[in-house]
T-cell receptor
């Protein structure tokens, strides 16, 4: 019940295209869903996050879509750039008590120039 | 840069040895969480410290222990190292105020156990 399933495992997109990464969670008590970007040899960096009271959040080229009834959320990267090539992790947590993040297994994105 | 610094950046230890990893949290943050990230996997929660007290623990054996200091910096100690302990160890700091705030990660410590 604590799992967050992420797909695809890897993704190749042409420059200027749209990258879409999907995550599904099981625990309906989760109420905070961040996305992290990680470059090789670096720690994860917070990209964008959403709470379940909204269905979409947009920050620049990055958009989170959230479907509470389906227990799914996704990251859309518009106008993908080679500099976006990295591993992306979705995560979920409870905002009460110990808010440990449950991470997905990651998606390795490669944007071709 | 997140303002979260970890040391050392790389470390090689022999099976059975003990290791201490260090984390300086972002200024103003009173909560530190530690994660283990195996190669090709997502980070796994080890434990969290809030105002110098352990505030939750993941599914890790007792040989993984921690400490948080009055300045909110933190240490992760691992005893009796095993080969499977080889991983990137990440520290994340946040401001625990009873409501969720963003967690900012350090660059990690790459531990190799041989």
């Amino acid at each position: 019940q604590q799992q967050v399933k992420q797909s695809p495992q890897s993704l190749i997109v042409q420059k200027g295209g749209i990258s879409i990464i999907n995550c599904a969670y099981e625990n309906t008590a989760f109420d905070y869903f961040p996305w992290y970007q990680q470059f090789p040899g670096k720690g994860p960096a917070l990209l964008i996050a959403i709470r379940p009271d909204v269905s979409e959040k947009k920050e620049g080229r990055f958009t989170i879509s959230f479907n509470k009834s389906a227990k799914q959320f996704s990251l859309h990267i518009m106008d993908s750039q080679p500099g976006d090539s990295a591993t992306y992790f979705c995560a979920a947590t409870l905002t009460s008590g110990t808010y440990k993040y449950i991470f997905g297994t990651g998606t390795r994105l490669k944007v071709l120039a | 840069e997140t303002g979260v610094t970890q040391s050392p950046t790389h470390l090689i230890k022999t099976r059975g040895q003990q290791v201490t990893l260090r984390c300086s949290s972002q200024s103003g943050h009173n909560t530190v969480s530690w994660y283990q990230q195996a190669l090709g996997q997502g980070p796994q929660f080890i434990f969290q410290y809030y105002r110098e007290e352990e505030n939750g623990r993941g599914n890790f054996p007792p040989r993984f222990s921690g400490l948080q200091f009055p300045n909110y910096s933190s240490e992760l100690n691992v005893n009796a190292l095993e080969l499977d302990d080889s991983a990137l160890y990440l520290c994340a700091s946040s401001l625990g105020t009873g409501r969720i705030t963003e967690a900012f990660f350090g660059q990690g410590t790459r531990l190799t156990v041989v």
